[in-house]
């Protein structure tokens, strides 16, 4: 690595993937000009023409067809994977072993076994290791955040989460990757992972499980021609597959504090096609937001006049760390978009590798195990009748 630069490629030319070459591109104008510079070097996937087409949508030096390349390469430093869960490891493995520095989407792995072994290269790693929960670069949920440590809105009761998509509502769009895998692996990790995270991020670990139910609403799905990729709905044959995993996951859990959390995710609900949202309640105060106006949150507290009291609307300000210089309109009132947060995410990353401590750390490795715990003690409360199942704790944590 360069001390004047790091050079980043990305794997995976779908939608997410698409977002992290914008982030890293964007990243280079972000919070002041005293960091490495970011050289924007490769986009590779296993498609030729995909890869050809974002280098160039997005300004990088070349399209690479193969994830070897990139470990080879002696010109990267940081590469972002966001590809089928399932790939994930040895990709992740091989990057680490030719010491890159990686940042995985989330969720971690495509099993928990592949998680461990995920994290046991990353500790033995001399480079960084990150998972992108990219909800977490919210402005608005990272002020949230300080409000319940600052105690504004008093101990926390309940934290109630949805994360409500409709990409799958569909009953013609094509069996994919995001459909075969087991229970656990459909709207739960898919976005449920991120809802999760958010709880966790906000409230503190979850130590147990109860009351988890699964549901599969469209239970077969035709099978592509040619390649899919992320949502897009493409061309399809007469041959029918069967969807091994839940479409809709509810379930209750404990944080370690001793609140009650309460979580919905579905990939089949009409007309949501990104709704994320939250609202949680302490013994003073409460808050809320919503990915849908996603500059602004609500918040309640006991400091305002009894006949004046109720939610306040409050738009994220200029004084926020997120926004000053990390916007080029950095003013009261200007507005951002979900694009941003991959930015602040590629840019917080970055600024780790260089040792630059200001917006803080991407979720580790662990936390990325951690999560998938998580996920697989809500899979097996639902297929046990919702019974109460403790999250395993981490080893050498």
Not at 69 to 77: T, V
Not at 164 to 177: F, K, Q
Not at 255 to 264: E, L, M, N, R, V
Request: with cysteine; glycine share 12%.
């Amino acid at each position: 690595m360069s001390s004047n630069s790091l050079g980043v490629a990305v794997i995976g030319g779908g939608m997410a993937g698409r977002a992290h070459a914008a982030g890293y591109r964007t990243a280079s104008t972000l919070f002041g000009t005293d960091r490495p510079d970011v050289r924007l070097v490769a986009i590779a996937d296993a498609n030729p023409a995909i890869a050809d087409d974002n280098a160039k949508r997005y300004g990088y030096e070349r399209a690479e067809y193969d994830w070897q390349s990139i470990a080879a390469a002696d010109d990267i430093d940081v590469v972002s994977v966001v590809v089928a869960n399932h790939l994930h490891r040895e990709m992740v493995e091989g990057l680490l072993a030719a010491g890159k520095h990686v940042l995985c989407e989330k969720p971690l792995a495509g099993s928990l076994s592949d998680a461990e072994a995920m994290l046991s290269a990353a500790r033995d790693a001399s480079t960084q290791a990150a998972v992108g929960y990219t909800y977490r670069r919210a402005p608005a949920v990272e002020q949230i955040r300080r409000e319940l440590a600052a105690g504004t809105v008093g101990d926390l009761v309940h934290f109630n989460g949805h994360y409500w998509c409709d990409y799958a509502l569909d009953p013609t769009s094509p069996i994919t990757w995001r459909y075969q895998g087991e229970p656990g692996t459909g709207a739960l990790a898919d976005v449920g992972s991120h809802l999760i995270d958010l709880g966790e991020f906000i409230c503190g670990p979850i130590v147990s499980i109860s009351g988890a139910r699964f549901h599969t609403v469209i239970t077969e799905r035709p099978v592509p021609i040619g390649t899919t990729y992320g949502h897009t709905k493409g061309a399809v044959s007469d041959e029918m597959e069967p969807v091994g995993n839940e479409d809709i996951a509810t379930f209750t859990a404990t944080f370690a504090c001793g609140a009650i959390g309460t979580f919905s995710a579905s990939r089949v609900a009409h007309s949501l096609p990104d709704g994320l949202g939250f609202e949680l309640f302490g013994t003073g105060g409460s808050a809320s937001w919503e990915l849908a106006r996603i500059a602004e949150f609500h918040l309640a507290a006991d400091d305002v006049r009894a006949d004046l009291n109720g939610p306040r609307r409050i738009t994220i300000g200029p004084d926020h760390p997120y926004i000053r210089g990390g916007l080029p309109m950095d003013a009261g009132g200007v507005g951002h978009g979900k694009a941003e947060l991959f930015a602040y995410q590629a840019r917080a990353f970055l600024d780790q590798v260089a040792g630059i401590d200001v917006l803080g750390p991407l979720p580790d490795f662990e936390t990325g195990l951690h999560s998938m715990r998580v996920v697989a003690s809500i899979a097996e409360s639902a297929a046990n009748a919702g019974a109460t199942v403790d999250v395993k704790p981490l080893e050498n944590a």
